[in-house]
């Protein structure tokens, strides 16, 4: 699913002939006849509804139907209205409304669902896609129409700098794309085009209060994440993983419930040590309605295994690259079983896992109560007196924090963290170029000086909020990725319903130390079988890894040759090829990896389709409805 949306202004008609060459595309109209949307779709995809001139529709995954969204759009009396009644609606899709001369477009807080925008030919033009919106203007400049701003649609390198942070830039740079001049919709905000050509965005979604006692918070996550679920079977067969974690099985015995073939997926662990394929074999011998698909990892590809230009994301450097090509073997095996919907557990770690920084939050309403915990804390983990008053007494606002974080930004080493911070303070790797290190220190910086207000006031409620959007990009890229092969890759846990279920715990009972994952393990009483909501360990993959790395090193060192990266002086190859080739007794020292080679694959799959890539030095159809 893929589309763009113009205003009601004559100056898109050119930009529409574009998309019109290919005979596939579909188009929705404005009441004056000019495009709307356009893109594709597919019916079940689909749910618009019409009142006289005003229209909603929703692209995605959804159990509303027209009648739903017809009586919704009946009572609205502006766009605003949206702000709440949206939250009635469950699953992950895209909101098109369009009432009188304004559209308003919104995705999800996941981002699981991100919107972008442009302005070309002097109008602003969102999409589902950056790469189509980089691609319009591409096309637009070829032809002779202003796209605006200089370098619109070719590759970003400041943004490939941000890329290299691991493990991830901080907010709001994690949310610039890797084109230029092309703007992500920020989460719980939505974007409006008017018929002058001009867009505004405004902040439609506030984190709810965390005041609900932890039985009564789980009842609203299991109601939301039961729907989520529902929402997703009703297709006659639907496959789902189940490594054996809390999150995937919870998954699994919601979607056993409902009328629909399940087929569960699961990895056979290299490590003995793993207990992962125990637990997963202990939920499939409790679901016995469902049909077991065993993935033996000598049957599928290692992680690292270097992908083809077509296994990349166009949209930007993949977020899953170390398991890009176990993803494309899963989908074409869940495929052949039927199977053209795929759930998995990402986001259960995201939303429901412990963190210090609720401590810290905790503190401001309840500080005896975060003492004791902290306590205990610091008993279990070791921490230091310091570290320990830092969580409960430190903390600056959001714009100040993301200023310190530019010093404290250093190459191969990552800057302790604590339950003070808003977020987890990234590095760049030791093989960052000095002045790719200086780029991202300039752009956090400047970011700082705008004083970007955080997802949510609490520091615990941010950090949710997060890790929930960085799960949404690797959905994003995953589904990317199994798309080729049918298969959709959705993620219940990044429901807007299920995120904002999450958030209302109170706080006291988000720290209880010695529980994992409290609240979901609530949630699931009496659908998850006892002994799997005991379960306290957790998977480590490090044998992965190191098998992976092995495999391919010569295939690894080789992308230091001609490195794309180090063209664009973003990189020293060969220091990359010494961290390549060295022997790396913690696992932990190789996770700066990630996103070097995520940088550096998606910028030769654009050499191979013939898309803009900056050198050094650059400039700082068919219709239906």
């Keep these: 699913m893929d589309f763009v949306v113009f205003p009601d202004h004559p100056a898109t008609g050119p930009l529409c002939l574009n998309l019109r060459r290919d005979p596939a595309v579909r188009t929705v109209r404005h009441p004056s006849g000019r495009p709307w949307i356009m893109g594709h779709w597919t019916d079940d995809e689909a749910v618009v509804a019409g009142s006289g001139p005003d229209r909603l529709l929703l692209l995605g995954t959804t159990s509303a139907d027209a009648g739903t969204l017809g009586r919704m759009l009946r009572r609205l009396r502006r766009l605003e209205d949206l702000d709440t009644r949206v939250r009635e609606l469950p699953g992950s899709f895209f909101l098109l409304?369009?009432?009188?001369?304004?559209?308003?477009?919104?995705?999800?807080?996941?981002?699981?669902?991100?919107?972008?925008?442009?302005?070309?030919?002097?109008?602003?033009?969102?999409?589902?896609?950056?790469?189509?919106?980089?691609?319009?203007?591409?096309?637009?400049?070829?032809?002779?129409?202003?796209?605006?701003?200089?370098?619109?649609?070719t590759v970003d390198d400041e943004s490939l700098a941000l890329r290299l942070l691991a493990?991830?830039?901080?907010?709001?740079?994690?949310?610039?794309?890797?084109?230029?001049?092309?703007?992500?919709?920020?989460?719980?905000?939505?974007?409006?085009?008017?018929?002058?050509g001009r867009h505004g965005t405004a902040?439609?979604?506030?984190?709810?209060?965390?005041?609900?006692?932890?039985?009564?918070?789980?009842?609203?996550?299991?109601?939301?994440?039961?729907?989520?679920?529902?929402?997703?079977?009703?297709?006659?067969?639907?496959?789902?993983?189940?490594?054996?974690?809390?999150?995937?099985?919870?998954?699994?015995f919601l979607a056993a419930r409902e009328d629909t073939r399940l087929i569960t997926t699961a990895w056979t662990c290299r490590d003995e040590a793993n207990d992962d394929t125990v637990w997963s074999g202990h939920g499939a011998a409790l679901l016995r309605s469902a049909e077991h698909l065993p993935l033996p990892y000598a049957d599928a590809p290692t992680w690292y295994t270097p992908p083809p230009p077509a296994h990349t994301d166009p949209a930007g450097p993949l977020a899953v690259i170390r398991e890009s090509a176990r993803l494309s073997h899963l989908a074409r095996v869940v495929a052949a079983r039927g199977s053209r919907t795929h759930l998995v557990g990402v986001?259960?770690?995201?939303?429901?896992?412990?963190?210090?920084?609720?401590?810290?939050?905790?503190?401001?309403?309840?500080?005896?109560?975060?003492?004791?915990?902290?306590?205990?804390?610091?008993?279990?983990?070791?921490?230091?007196?310091?570290?320990?008053l830092r969580t409960l007494f430190g903390g600056v606002p959001y714009p100040q924090w993301l200023e310190s974080c530019a010093d404290r930004i250093v190459p191969g080493v990552r800057s302790g963290d604590s339950g003070a911070d808003w977020e987890v303070v990234p590095a760049m790797p030791p093989w960052a170029h000095p002045d790719a290190v200086s780029t991202v220190r300039r752009l956090v910086r400047d970011a700082a000086a705008g004083e970007p207000e955080p997802f949510a006031p609490l520091r615990c409620q941010h950090e949710t909020l997060r890790a929930a959007a960085r799960a949404g990009e690797i959905v994003r890229g995953a589904a990317a990725l199994t798309a080729r092969h049918g298969v959709t890759f959705e993620a219940p846990f990044l429901d807007d319903t299920v995120i904002e279920a999450a958030l209302t715990v109170r706080l006291v009972d988000q720290v209880a130390v010695g529980s994992y994952k409290p609240l979901l393990s609530a949630a699931m009483r009496?659908?998850?079988?006892?002994?799997?909501?005991?379960?306290?360990?957790k998977g480590e993959h490090s044998a992965e890894v190191y098998a992976g790395l092995r495999r391919h090193r010569r295939a690894l060192s080789a992308l230091c040759d001609d490195s794309h990266l180090a063209g664009l002086g973003l990189i020293r190859p060969e220091v990359l090829r010494t961290a390549l080739t060295s022997l790396q007794p913690l696992a932990h020292t190789l996770h700066p990896l990630d996103p070097t080679l995520a940088a550096e694959y998606w910028l030769r799959s654009l050499r191979e389709t013939q898309a803009p890539v900056p050198t050094r030095p650059t400039v700082p159809a068919a219709e239906g409805a």
């Design 167 to 196: 493990p991830f830039a901080p907010f709001p740079l994690a949310q610039r794309p890797a084109w230029r001049g092309v703007h992500a919709v920020p989460p719980g905000h939505c974007l409006t085009l008017g018929a002058d």
């Design 97 to 153: 409304a369009s009432m009188g001369s304004r559209t308003r477009c919104q995705g999800s807080l996941s981002t699981v669902r991100q919107l972008h925008h442009a302005t070309v030919n002097g109008v602003t033009v969102a999409g589902s896609r950056p790469q189509d919106l980089a691609a319009l203007a591409r096309e637009a400049a070829a032809v002779g129409l202003p796209t605006g701003a200089p370098g619109l649609g």
């Design 203 to 252: 902040r439609w979604w506030r984190p709810p209060q965390p005041d609900l006692w932890l039985e009564d918070a789980a009842e609203s996550v299991r109601d939301a994440l039961t729907e989520a679920v529902r929402v997703r079977t009703r297709r006659p067969a639907l496959s789902a993983d189940l490594s054996g974690g809390m999150d995937s099985t919870s998954l699994c």
């Design 526 to 537: 009496g659908i998850l079988p006892d002994a799997v909501r005991a379960r306290g360990t």
């Design 347 to 388: 986001g259960g770690d995201e939303l429901f896992s412990p963190r210090p920084v609720a401590l810290n939050s905790l503190a401001r309403t309840d500080f005896r109560s975060a003492a004791r915990r902290a306590c205990a804390a610091r008993r279990l983990g070791r921490w230091t007196l310091v570290d320990t």
